[in-house]
């Protein structure tokens, strides 16, 4: 486990999340002369394709106890309806709604939660937008540990809030944003003996990566040209790159995709940081977007999300709520797949960059879908035709359809 811009190793015995040199994120280097070593006796491909059919490749003991729901091994749905609309050639939506919890979240709750057990922790906890929390909470529950998680007060979707409640954990609302909530979050930890679960968090970031393993192995060794993901606080977006470098190093696959990061017009400070080719981030003090999952003005993982956009060739870019709304619409009615909104920034990008013509037509394009949309049934509801009342009779049914 080492520093992301000094290099210092950190024990992974320890809970720790920050640099103790220079207060950097930290990352799990994987050695990869043993990892090819347990990869050329392995038999990953012939095991069901999840998070733990990769586990030689993710940093848990060999003895430890797993704690899992059966995380991964989720659909990428070939998009031809919504690709022949776009001109596209090859379009596939990644959908991680479809995980346990509803969320990619799962996938680095799986690693994170053993990573506690095999610390010793005994509380854990997170801020969250929503389904960090839902995640959180379930397996916390699975490992038999306690759970405290901080959200933001009156800004987590329905669903999202629902699922925490009822996997048990202790849900505190905090007067202010994501933001402030994972302050308090951090400082906590060490005072409390909380163990942090937020993607600040290098084994979370882990599990994460499996998603870009699993998307190489779907499309049989030959990964996408671009990978369109939504941006938030920036842990997703680098643990794909992250998957997609070490295949790459690994010799499993010979290229990677192009990474565009897709933020919210109101809560985009990464985005800023391209179009203005600033080099540090400049906070969002007051982040709002109707994809409440990412509504974030301080991405914690900014440096490592910006590193990984720009080692893939790609940028970020921003998108409304209007288009994000558009593309959660088009996505239920023409695909099938039911998203939450920040689920669907990433194709709402896709559109806006087809549209201005930045695409080359006959790209395999992949795009992630993070959330389940039944999440969050408020914004549906507030977007979809109400149901119309008939008395139940044919004569009825037949009128009102006539109109
Ligand atoms: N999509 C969904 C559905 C999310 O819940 C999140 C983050 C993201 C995208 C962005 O991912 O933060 O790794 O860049 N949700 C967090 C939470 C912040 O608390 O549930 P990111």
């Known amino acids: 486990m080492r520093c992301i811009e000094c290099g210092k190793a950190h024990d992974m015995a320890k809970p720790v999340y920050a640099c103790s040199s220079c207060g950097n994120l930290l990352e799990i280097r994987m050695d990869r002369a043993a990892a090819l070593a347990r990869l050329a006796k392995g038999d990953l491909q012939r095991r069901p394709i999840s998070v733990w059919r990769y586990r030689e490749l993710l940093p848990v003991g060999a003895n430890s106890k797993i704690f899992s729901l059966n995380e991964g091994g989720t659909p990428l749905i070939r998009c031809d309806a919504l690709g022949r609309e776009l001109g596209l050639r090859e379009l596939y939506v990644k959908f991680d709604g479809t995980n346990p919890t509803g969320s990619f979240k799962d996938r680095g709750m799986t690693v994170g939660i053993t990573k506690a057990a095999e610390l010793g922790m005994k509380v854990v906890t997170c801020a969250s937008t929503g389904n960090t929390s839902a995640s959180l909470a379930a397996y916390a529950g699975l490992a038999g540990m306690k759970c405290v998680v901080l959200i933001p007060e009156g800004k987590v979707a329905l669903g999202k809030l629902a699922q925490a409640m009822m996997h048990g954990a202790l849900v505190v609302s905090v007067k202010g944003s994501f933001d402030d909530a994972l302050d308090v979050v951090m400082k906590s930890s060490d005072k409390l003996g909380m163990y942090v679960l937020n993607s600040v968090n290098p084994f979370r970031i882990e599990g994460q990566k499996t998603a870009a393993f699993e998307i190489c192995d779907q499309l049989n060794g030959s990964p996408p040209d671009y990978l369109y993901?939504?941006?938030?606080?920036?842990?997703?977006?680098?643990?794909?790159?992250?998957?997609?470098?070490?295949?790459?190093?690994?010799?499993?696959?010979?290229?990677?995709?192009?990474?565009?990061?897709?933020?919210?017009?109101?809560?985009a400070p990464v985005a800023k940081m391209f179009a203005t080719g600033a080099d540090t981030l400049t906070p969002v003090k007051k982040p709002d977007t109707v994809a409440t999952a990412i509504r974030i003005g301080n991405p914690a993982n900014w440096k490592k999300t910006v590193r990984a956009i720009k080692e893939s060739g790609g940028s970020a870019s921003t998108v409304t709520d209007g288009e994000i709304l558009a593309a959660q619409k088009k996505l239920a009615t023409v695909q099938g797949i039911f998203a939450e909104p920040a689920g669907a920034a990433a194709l709402a990008g896709l559109i806006k960059d087809v549209r201005a013509g930045e695409l080359d037509k006959s790209s395999r394009v992949v795009c992630v879908s993070t959330g389940h949309g039944l999440k969050d049934p408020d914004v549906a509801i507030s977007q979809s035709v109400k149901p119309k009342v008939i008395d139940a009779t044919l004569d009825a049914l037949g009128k009102m359809l006539e109109g």
């Open 229 to 267: 993901i939504p941006v938030g606080n920036g842990g997703n977006s680098a643990a794909y790159w992250k998957g997609f470098a070490e295949y790459e190093s690994l010799g499993v696959v010979s290229s990677h995709p192009i990474i565009r990061g897709i933020q919210a017009e109101g809560s």
